[in-house]
């Protein structure tokens, strides 16, 4: 059978179920949702027994075929789980797997987990065994179709976002699936369903308790010293990250360089930030406003200071971690 993509598995889980499915690739929060969905599909179609078999070094391949071949004690179907880790069940595994295949009893429903083989993997004879089954791949999303994919989990809890709120938080996750999944239930706690305002977005994402990093860069550009001080004590009290603080602030850095150069090469502001990212109407004010005031040399001094502070928040230097990320800040308060 042909391979699915995991957006299709609901489709074909609501029609059928198959009695092989091998769950392929890399991508943590894909995979597990799609074993989750299989388990379901199995339960409610009596497979009210689980046996789950690793294959790390040393197992007996003897088991896969001896849980294959076993009844239940009390005649119930069974789902036998088979995970390999390495992807690489070596000359008795490629055996073990392509015998269980092949004597596969109606009683019995097998789901099979392995990472993302290369080419010749997927050409070998036990996988080509497990594509006669359900073959369900689990990629990572591809970084320019994020915010879709995003869109799509949200429209599951009633809730719509703008293109910028969206490409904003596929910004601030990185590709990371599980950090956007956990964002994304945030968001169904936090806010109503239907249109989701791109402010109320952005605090909800990068709040922090009290103090929200995210806001530092408002007190920075704004030459308000008092309030940045303030706000980076109370982000060290709690327990906030410094990397986190740093890339914040680095990143806002780049940022107006990116704007410096647009409005250098004569192009629209409305358009250059929007190229770079800087969304909502207080922060495009703000990273307009330094781009145009500000020398380059004091936008690339200040990114040598922030690799010194990324040095320091390492320990490959000493110094205070939170004190340098003040200092960073306090040249744009000027």
């Not at 890399?26 to 299989?38: K, T």
């Not at 849980?67 to 995970?83: N, V, Y």
């Not at 595994?93 to 092949?102: T, V």
């Not at 594509?131 to 994919?149: H, I, S």
């Amino acid at each position: 059978m042909a391979a699915l993509k995991t957006e299709q598995l609901e489709s074909h889980l609501a029609r059928e179920l198959r009695p092989l499915y091998t769950i392929h690739g890399d991508e943590p929060l894909l995979a597990l949702e799609a074993g989750d969905a299989i388990r379901a599909r199995a339960r409610a179609n009596g497979f009210s027994e689980r046996v789950v078999l690793t294959a790390e070094r040393g197992f007996n391949w003897s088991e896969l075929v001896a849980s294959g071949a076993s009844l239940s004690l009390f005649g119930d179907k069974k789902l036998i789980e088979l995970r390999v880790p390495s992807g690489k069940p070596g000359a008795d595994g490629a055996e073990a797997i392509e015998d269980f295949c092949e004597k596969l009893s109606p009683d019995i429903l097998a789901l099979v987990s392995l990472p993302r083989l290369d080419k010749s993997g997927q050409n070998s004879p036990w996988f080509k065994a497990l594509e006669k089954g359900v073959v369900v791949n689990v990629y990572p999303v591809d970084r320019t179709r994020l915010p879709e994919w995003i869109a799509a989990r949200l429209s599951r809890q009633k809730q719509r976002a703008a293109p910028e709120a969206l490409q904003f938080l596929a910004d601030c996750v990185e590709g990371n699936l599980l950090a956007a999944h956990q964002e994304i239930q945030k968001l169904a706690l936090l806010l109503p369903a239907g249109e989701l305002d791109f402010d109320a977005v952005r605090e909800a994402v990068l709040n922090v308790a009290r103090y929200d990093a995210a806001k530092l860069t408002e007190a920075m550009l704004a030459g308000d010293r008092t309030r940045l001080a303030r706000m980076l004590e109370g982000l060290r009290g709690e327990g906030e990250a410094p990397p986190r603080v740093l890339w914040i602030l680095a990143e806002e850095i780049r940022a107006i360089c990116r704007v410096q150069n647009g409005i250098a090469a004569g192009r629209p502001l409305g358009e250059i930030l929007r190229e770079a990212r800087v969304w909502g109407d207080t922060r495009q004010t703000l990273v307009g406003r330094a781009a145009k005031k500000l020398p380059r040399a004091a936008l690339l001094a200040a990114l040598e200071h922030a690799a010194k502070v990324d040095r320091v928040v390492k320990g490959v230097v000493k110094g205070d971690a939170w004190d340098e990320l003040l200092q960073l800040g306090l040249r744009f308060a000027g």
